[in-house]
C-alpha cells in the first residue's frame, strides 16, 4: 500500500453546506476545503469525511468541512468561479484539497496547465495561512472499455494510468511544499487485493460508495494521524464488511 506524502447522492455540485463534528471533549479545531469535480461530491465524501469523525471515539477535534464543487471541469473553470474564491475568503482555513480533471496527467499540454494553476492556487491559499493538499486521484476500473474504445484507448491500462496520477501529482505536491493524499494509490491496491469489493460506478471512472468511503477515509487518517480502529461509521451502499476491510487497508 502507498504512503502518505442527479437529485440523487450524486447531485452535491454546488457550494455546500458547512459538515460539522464536534467531540464532546474539544481539544482542537480543524477547517477544511475542497475545491474539485464529481470525483470530490460523488457520494457528498466531504461530508462522509465528518460522519466519520462523529463515529470515532478516539476523536476530539472539531472538524469543519464545506466544498466547492462542479461537475466535469477542473482547477482553471473552478478558479474563474466567483464562488470559490468567496468560499476561500469566507473562513480561515487550515487546509485546501485541490482535485483536478481525471485526465490532467495523461499528456504533457494538461499537465502544464495543471502545473500552473496549482501553483497559482497555492499562493492564493497561502496568503490566508492555509495549507494545501492535492487529491491523487484513480485510474479507471481495470478491464473496463476505457482501455479499448478508440477515443480514451490512450489510457493503456490502470498501472499506466496510477504511475502518471501518482507520477505527476507526487512532483507537484514536492514543487509547492504540499502534501499528496494519495487516493489513487489505495484504489490501485484495492482493486488488486479485493477484486469483489468494486469502487466504482457503472461508468468504470466515478467513486460508487466504497470508492467514496475509501478517500473520505484516507482523508481522515491524514488529518487524524492516528490509526482508525474505533470508526463505526459505514454510509449507505456500503456492506459492514467491505466497510471493515477498507478501514483496515487505510491503517
Known amino acids: 500500500m502507498p504512503m502518505m506524502t442527479g437529485q440523487s447522492l450524486n447531485s ?24 474539485g469535480n464529481s470525483y470530490t461530491f460523488y457520494n457528498d465524501m466531504p461530508k462522509q469525511m465528518v460522519e466519520i469523525a462523529k463515529s470515532d471515539p478516539q476523536n476530539t477535534t472539531h472538524y469543519m468541512v464545506k466544498s466547492v464543487t462542479q461537475d466535469g ?8 468561479m466567483p464562488e470559490t474564491h468567496q468560499a476561500l475568503a469566507e ?29 497559482g492556487w497555492d499562493a492564493e491559499i497561502k496568503k490566508t495561512g492555509a495549507r494545501t493538499l492535492l487529491f491523487t486521484t484513480w485510474p479507471r476500473k ?61 461508468d468504470g471512472s466515478h467513486p460508487g460508495p466504497a470508492g467514496s468511503y475509501l478517500n473520505a477515509l484516507l482523508f481522515y487518517r491524514y488529518f487524524a494521524q492516528y490509526p482508525l480502529g474505533g470508526v463505526t461509521y459505514v454510509p449507505p451502499g456500503v456492506s459492514a464488511d467491505t466497510a471493515k476491510i477498507l478501514r483496515a487497508v487505510v491503517q
Open 142 to 202: 481495470p478491464a473496463s472499455n476505457w482501455y479499448t474504445n478508440e477515443d480514451s484507448a490512450f489510457l493503456r491500462n490502470p498501472e499506466f494510468m496510477l504511475n502518471k496520477f501518482t507520477l505527476h501529482t507526487n512532483a507537484l505536491a514536492e514543487k509547492i511544499g504540499a502534501v499528496a493524499i494519495p487516493a489513487g494509490g489505495y484504489w490501485g491496491y484495492v482493486n488488486n487485493a479485493y477484486p469483489d469489493i468494486d469502487l466504482y460506478t457503472n
Open 73 to 80: 471541469i477542473g482547477l482553471k473553470e473552478l478558479w474563474d
Open 91 to 119: 473562513q480561515k482555513w487550515d487546509f485546501v484539497v485541490l482535485q483536478e480533471q481525471s485526465y490532467w496527467a495523461m499528456n504533457t499540454e494538461s499537465v502544464l496547465n495543471t502545473y500552473k494553476m496549482v501553483r
Open 12 to 35: 452535491q455540485a454546488g457550494v455546500s453546506a458547512y459538515h460539522e463534528a464536534i467531540p464532546p471533549n474539544v481539544q482542537a479545531g480543524l477547517r477544511i476545503l475542497f475545491i
